[in-house]
């Protein structure tokens, strides 16, 4: 049974009705509005209505339904972008602030500690959820409609990946920095990041183009014209 914020089903169905208020909804018709509430939520994805919750990335879902398949998509990421704005907001501040713990910026003199106060405050302000990916998607058809379900994923090594960035543009604070055990290892996260992201575009090219060096008309399963 799925866990989800609802208005009581029979409430849904009234308001989805579409005849005029005088008129008394058959009951036929009300069952039917039912029925089709309850299977809209049986088609609910897990994810959707349990939202992972891990310390290394936070998420967020949007859904959307349209008579355009692709539409619909557009609408449901853009929808969950605007909730994961909030939360890669708190993430950020929050790596920001254990970076900053571990580097021990407050024992650093005056000049030090503005840098990195000022490279915050823009960070901050700037903050985006560029670097999102869409961790699952689900698309579900009711008639003319597609119902998208989309759950976008933003690790915290892409956080640790713009404040490593923005870091490296204050000369000052990097040539204080970069040598600290604190800076050494977020640099370290933001290279396996970025071996992990090139080892699974690899596994995506090589799904696409076939691992077999055999004849590449197997690949993609083209009758060879020799063989009758």
Not at 60 to 71: E, F, I, K, R, Y
Not at 104 to 122: I, K, L, M, P, S
Request: proline content about 4%; charged content about 30%.
């Amino acid at each position: 049974m799925k866990k989800f914020m609802l208005l009581p089903i029979a409430a849904m169905a009234a308001a989805c009705d579409k005849t005029p208020p005088d008129v008394s909804m058959s009951k036929e018709l009300f069952e039917y509005k039912v029925a089709q509430i309850e299977n809209q939520i049986d088609e609910m994805p897990d994810w959707y209505t349990d939202i992972p919750k891990e310390e290394d990335a936070v998420y967020a879902v949007g859904t959307s339904a349209t008579p355009d398949l692709q539409l619909s998509v557009d609408i449901a990421v853009l929808s969950a972008k605007t909730t994961l704005a909030d939360r890669v907001d708190s993430r950020i501040r929050s790596q920001l602030k254990l970076f900053k713990t571990k580097v021990g910026v407050t024992d650093y003199d005056a000049t030090v500690q503005n840098n990195f106060e000022q490279v915050t405050r823009n960070l901050i302000a700037d903050a985006d959820v560029a670097g999102y990916s869409v961790k699952e998607q689900k698309i579900v058809q009711h008639g003319t409609q597609y119902r998208a379900y989309v759950l976008l994923e933003y690790k915290n090594a892409t956080a640790n990946a713009v404040i490593k960035t923005r870091i490296s543009q204050n000369e000052y604070l990097l040539e204080k920095l970069r040598e600290t055990r604190a800076f050494k290892e977020l640099d370290d996260n933001v290279a396996a990041q970025k071996a992990d992201e090139l080892a699974e575009a690899k596994t995506l090219v090589d799904a696409i183009n076939g691992v077999n060096k055999g004849d590449p008309r197997q690949t993609y399963g083209i009758p060879d014209p020799e063989v009758n």
